[in-house]
């Protein structure tokens, strides 16, 4: 689905890149930030992860092709860049716009985060 709605033109919106199993699409590179949360969007880089339904799990395999992207691509500009990872829904934007990809405010997210930092070489 994201893929669909980034080829149709995605509403304006842009994004550095979309995560999916073991794979990363590039959109924009990490020297410019993409429209895609409103007025933080100038304070953040931006990746989505592909996932059809709010329900679906976020695999392994996408977890680490993140964390391939943050240290490869990311820092590689970046090098100071914090892991620092917030999601949609915990930004007034997202939560303004109805946003709530990957999760909900809550445990889910912080899940979700503590995943992505597991997996962070030190």
């Not at 959109?27 to 989505?48: C, D, F, K, M």
């Not at 240290?71 to 860049?81: D, K, N, Y």
Request: negative net charge; aromatic residues 12%; proline residues 7%.
């Amino acid at each position: 689905m994201t893929v669909a709605f980034a080829r149709a033109g995605a509403n304006g919106l842009g994004w550095n890149a979309t995560v999916g199993q073991r794979q990363v699409a590039l959109h924009i590179p990490p020297t410019h930030w993409g429209y895609n949360a409103r007025g933080h969007s100038q304070r953040y880089l931006a990746v989505e992860f592909s996932q059809s339904r709010q329900a679906d799990i976020i695999a392994d395999s996408q977890i680490e092709a993140f964390v391939w992207w943050f240290q490869s691509v990311a820092r590689e500009q970046w090098p100071s860049l914090p892991p620092f990872f917030i999601c949609h829904s915990e930004l007034e934007a997202g939560v303004e716009d109805g946003k709530t990809d990957p999760f909900p405010v809550g445990a889910e997210a912080d899940i979700f985060r503590q995943r992505i930092l597991d997996s962070i070489p030190i």
